[in-house]
């Protein structure tokens, strides 16, 4: 049935790409470990996706330690997994209606910072409805991570999700704000908590590798021209260096960037350098509460 504004075919499309985001979700995480390879993980998952007839929403995030966002391997990376706090984060759309989560896999041996997060989570997803503001929810995951003895990352938020575009509002903070605006029916969000033992900040790194179409720019150079070409795949949705053709893009990409045309996006590092960990769920609000997409993947699921 319908939900507030979205249509049948719109609501089938959020839940259907959930359903193949927790199944890969759930295959990756189970290669998660020391000795394996970021990329082998990326690219089963990545692979996987395209593989059910779906699309790549936005690159396979896989954020270490410190870092909480934006992370995915470079091309022939061949870093593997140690005794790290790793933060996977997936996004899948079906006819551009997009999920969104992520999961944390610990083998520093703080579990308590990976529990807060997830937690946190549950409580958010408890408090959704119609009507309630997202500085509620905000307040929600901030009282379970403290609770915890940690700090959320103020500077990051979860956000609303709408076709062809993983990042919309409403920012869904991960602290109380007083006279936010509230959620209404037929909103489809991510909320992603972010727990820390840091001062709870964000920053950005020197590295990057995911990338996205902001402009139709022209451009002269003529391997600029055919990386232009070949953005038109990703339905003008964050991408991946690496899946360009050639490893000569680098050069291209850089050309783009300095014409507007391409927008980078760095690492996020948490200030201190401390751990991060996190947990994300796409929901979609209903009359009497919300939708799991994504449900599944988390132990409270």
Request: with cysteine.
């Amino acid at each position: 049935m319908s939900i507030g504004p979205l249509d049948d075919d719109a609501v089938d499309s959020y839940r259907e790409a959930g359903e193949i985001l927790v199944e890969t979700m759930t295959e990756a995480r189970a290669m998660i470990e020391p000795g394996v390879t970021q990329l082998e993980v990326a690219e089963y998952a990545e692979d996987a996706i395209r593989e059910s007839g779906a699309g790549l929403a936005f690159p396979v995030n896989i954020s270490i330690d410190e870092e909480a966002s934006h992370a995915t391997p470079a091309r022939d990376d061949d870093t593997e997994f140690g005794d790290e706090m790793i933060c996977l984060d997936i996004g899948v759309h079906v006819d551009g209606y997009i999920a969104d989560a992520a999961v944390t896999v610990d083998y520093t041996g703080n579990t308590e910072l990976a529990e807060a997060s997830e937690q946190a989570l549950e409580a958010a997803v408890d408090a959704v409805g119609p009507g309630v503001e997202v500085g509620t929810i905000g307040g929600e995951i901030e009282a379970v991570i403290d609770g915890y003895g940690y700090t959320p990352i103020l500077n990051l938020t979860g956000h609303g999700v709408e076709r062809y575009d993983a990042h919309t509002g409403p920012n869904i903070p991960n602290r109380a704000v007083d006279r936010s605006v509230e959620l209404e029916v037929g909103q489809a969000i991510a909320i992603e908590p972010f727990a820390t033992d840091g001062r709870g900040k964000v920053g950005e790194g020197g590295t990057e590798e995911i990338y996205e179409q902001v402009s139709d720019g022209n451009v002269r150079d003529r391997r600029a021209r055919q990386v232009l070409d070949e953005l038109e795949a990703f339905d003008d949705l964050p991408f991946a260096g690496r899946w360009l053709d050639s490893s000569r893009s680098e050069m291209a990409l850089r050309r783009l960037k300095m014409a507007d045309v391409v927008k980078g996006y760095p690492v996020l590092k948490e200030a201190d350098g401390q751990l991060v960990s996190q947990a994300e769920h796409t929901l979609i609000v209903t009359e009497d509460g919300c939708e799991v997409t994504t449900s599944g993947i988390h132990g409270f699921d």
